[in-house]
């Protein structure tokens, strides 16, 4: 019953991948489902769902759909400000859970994450245009908390934050491409990737939850 939410999950997330590929309008049924599909699966695996963790979901969901049923720039720039909340939400949950800082190795954390930013718009810097502020402002907060995963990966190992630093990562790769498929190609030049990515991406960070939650409990008791 716990995982029937992520078979079904699977199921349409692998549907919606055939039907970007193929331009299918199909796609505008099946792929507003995958995040609530992914929220029960949290929700019903949790041992203690959070509330920011819920609340991510929500603008999660939100950006989803802005930028499928996208209908001129500002519904870009609202599913762009969506992701940005649901960014900044990870921040706070992952510094509620991580409270050890370690200088060296979020400096380390940083080269990466500001190197990987910093190639990526002299890429795209210029087909931004009115976007401009919202991929810069989106990108330094993406690369921010990535950093801090990075900082915990190198202080402390454990497959919790493997898990949550690969998903990140995964996801961000995932940002990468719609950028490039809005702003540089004007064309859905990626397609079936973006949906796999997201899917992936979204479900190593969350199961990267349950687990900490499962060990903050294991822990209390």
């Not at 019903?44 to 979901?57: E, G």
């Not at 919202?134 to 919790?160: D, F, N, P």
Request: proline letters at 3%.
């Amino acid at each position: 019953m716990k995982n029937a939410p992520l078979i079904l999950f699977i199921v349409l997330v692998l549907l919606d991948s055939y039907l970007v590929d193929i331009q299918s309008n199909l796609q505008y049924l099946v792929e507003p489902l995958l995040a609530p599909l992914l929220l029960l699966f949290y929700w019903l695996n949790s041992s203690s769902p959070k509330r920011l963790v819920l609340f991510a979901f929500l603008f999660l969901w939100m950006g989803d759909l802005l930028i499928l049923f996208e209908e001129g720039i500002s519904f870009l720039k609202w599913g762009i400000f969506s992701y940005w909340i649901m960014q900044l939400l990870l921040i706070k949950y992952f510094i509620d859970n991580y409270k050890i800082y370690n200088f060296g190795a979020h400096l380390m954390g940083i080269l990466f994450y500001g190197s990987y930013l910093t190639i990526f718009l002299s890429h795209v810097y210029q087909t931004l245009g009115s976007m401009r502020i919202h991929g810069v402002v989106y990108g330094l907060t993406v690369s921010a908390l990535g950093s801090l995963m990075i900082m915990e990966l190198l202080s402390r190992q454990g497959k919790v934050i493997i898990l949550m630093t690969l998903g990140l990562f995964v996801f961000s790769v995932r940002d990468i491409l719609i950028t490039y498929n809005k702003c540089y190609f004007n064309e859905d030049f990626f397609t079936y990737p973006i949906p796999l990515l997201h899917a992936l991406g979204f479900f190593m960070m969350v199961k990267s939850f349950i687990w900490l939650e499962e060990n903050k409990k294991n822990e209390k008791s």
